[in-house]
Structure formats: structure tokens, C-alpha cells
């Protein structure tokens, strides 16, 4: 997950030592963290055509919801503190957790409405993003997969009217950055 400034400068040695620029770059993506993907690298996107493996679609399974209730003893979450405090310490403060909580039941409510579940839908909402090339997936057994593939076919049905719907309950769509160099907007886009 580098910079555009390391990916930039990645690009400067490849060019002087006559290598294969990068082509691809694997940031965290989800409904939760969205401002490097959105923001940041979509200049960077426009301008050199650059792909996307993105990670973490999940957001290490906060968006499952099964976590809202309480941590399963044989999940990473529990085993694993590092893990702990990336993907579940950060939505669970005390001036998070009524937001998360609301933006879980609220992603609920869409996915029944999809008749889905709301890992699904999280996955199908970032292969929704013109901008992602793969979105990886992990799953602890064969039953998480095959319901995640499912995303594959739900995605193409995401609606204008749905993502705006999911946006509304998120509210945490990137603000517009200047392009300096042309002096327009990047809006994020979706």
C-alpha cells in the first residue's frame, strides 16, 4: 500500500533502469476506509492508468456485523491483538460504536432489501469502483467463499440508487481535491 509519491518514484527508476513500471497497486478498500482509494490515488489513476488489487473488502470482518454483539472466540479478532486493533478497536470507542453500529444496521437493511447478506454487499460495493481491478477476499472456510462469490453477480445489479443509499448511510464519502496541475475538481467517484 505505498504512496503515490513512492509509486512516483518507483515509476523514476523504473524508467531509468529500463523496467516494467508497476501496474498495479493493492491498497485496504471498503466502506470504512475510502480515502486513499477515492482520494488520493485518483489522479493518479487518471493519469497512468493504473490498476488495483484491493484488500480487506470486509474491513477484517467489521462489516460482517458479527461483530457488533460480541468478539467469536475463534475469530482473528479475539487470537490476534494486532488484528484487534486495526479492524475492530477503531469502530468499538466509545464515540464510534453508536455510528458503526447504526451503519451496520443500516447496510442490513439495504442487503435484505437485495435479499443478500451484508457481506455481500460490502464486496459487491467495491467491485462497483471503476478504479478496482480484484478485490481479495479471506475466508476462514468454504462456506464464507461461496457466499462471498456471490458478490460477482450482485455488483453488476448495484443501482445508482442503491449505492446512494448505501452512501447515505456510511456519510463518509471523500471530499473533492484540486488537481493543481489543471487547476479542475477530482471529485471521488464511485
Same mark, same amino acid.
Given at each position: ?29 471498503? !466502506? ?74 443500516? !447496510? ?18 467495491? !467491485? ?63
Amino acid at each position: 500500500m505505498w504512496s503515490v509519491t513512492d509509486i512516483m518514484e518507483a515509476y523514476e527508476v523504473c524508467d531509468r533502469l529500463n523496467l516494467i513500471r508497476p501496474i498495479c497497486e493493492q491498497p485496504v478498500y471498503n !466502506l470504512l476506509e475510502r480515502e486513499r482509494m477515492e482520494k488520493e490515488y485518483l489522479p493518479f489513476f487518471d493519469r497512468f492508468n493504473m490498476g488495483t488489487t484491493i484488500y480487506s473488502p470486509l474491513a477484517g470482518g467489521f462489516l460482517t456485523g458479527k461483530l457488533l454483539k460480541e468478539i467469536p472466540k475463534d475469530s482473528r479478532t479475539s487470537s490476534n491483538p494486532v488484528f484487534k486493533s486495526i479492524f475492530y478497536d477503531p469502530y468499538m470507542t466509545e464515540t464510534t460504536k453508536e455510528t458503526s453500529i447504526a451503519r451496520i444496521k443500516g !447496510l442490513q437493511e439495504i442487503a435484505k432489501e437485495l435479499k443478500c447478506t451484508i457481506s455481500q454487499l460490502a464486496i459487491a460495493w467495491t !467491485l462497483k469502483n471503476q478504479d478496482v481491478s480484484t478485490t481479495l477476499i479471506g475466508t476462514a472456510n468454504l462456506k464464507q467463499l461461496e457466499e462471498n462469490v456471490i458478490a460477482l453477480k450482485l455488483y453488476k445489479s448495484l443501482s445508482p440508487e442503491i449505492l446512494e443509499k448505501i452512501e447515505k448511510v456510511f456519510n463518509n464519502r471523500p471530499q473533492p481535491q484540486i488537481n493543481w496541475r489543471t487547476g479542475t475538481l477530482y471529485p471521488p467517484r464511485r
